[in-house]
């Protein structure tokens, strides 16, 4: 395969696993928000309860791992055939890399929270994840404006 080709391939299955995670990262907050308003043990409650654990195990978890094996592809294609080691320390990726981090705890702060609706003890309030359901997409404005202009390079 041309080695062109292959590097677009991986970039765009990076971004395509990307898309599957943030709509996760944004769709669960809605979820749980929702959620709140959920008398325990109503059958609305386990249809939420359904609904986030399928959200959470078949697309969000599967999504984050392909985001993350294909990024780490793209990072060692640009160490092996542009940068070397040094890029990690470019301004843009320093930034690119602490979003990454960001994204990551959200998701497993999502996860707990799943797991403490499931159990009836969600500690959060409607307004709290009405508030913060849009982090993930203002990470993502960042990210992507630091990896698109190469800010600092």
């Known amino acids: 395969m041309n080695t062109l080709l292959a590097y677009n391939l991986l970039r765009a299955f990076h971004i395509l696993a990307v898309i599957a995670w943030m709509a996760g990262l944004l769709y669960l907050p809605r979820l749980f928000a929702y959620h709140t308003k959920a008398a325990r043990g109503s059958e609305l409650d386990a249809t939420f309860q359904t609904m986030e654990l399928k959200l959470f195990r078949i697309i969000m978890g599967p999504a984050m791992v392909a ?87």
């Open 67 to 153: 985001a993350w094996v294909f990024g780490a592809g793209l990072i060692w294609w640009d160490v092996a055939n542009k940068f070397g080691w040094g890029f990690l320390l470019f301004p843009w990726m320093l930034t690119k890399i602490v979003g990454i981090v960001f994204l990551t705890w959200w998701h497993h702060f999502l996860g707990t929270a799943r797991r403490r609706f499931a159990a009836g003890q969600n500690l959060r309030s409607e307004k709290f994840w009405r508030m913060t359901n849009e982090l993930p997409f203002l990470a993502a404005i960042v990210m992507v404006i630091a990896v698109t202009t190469e800010f600092g390079t």
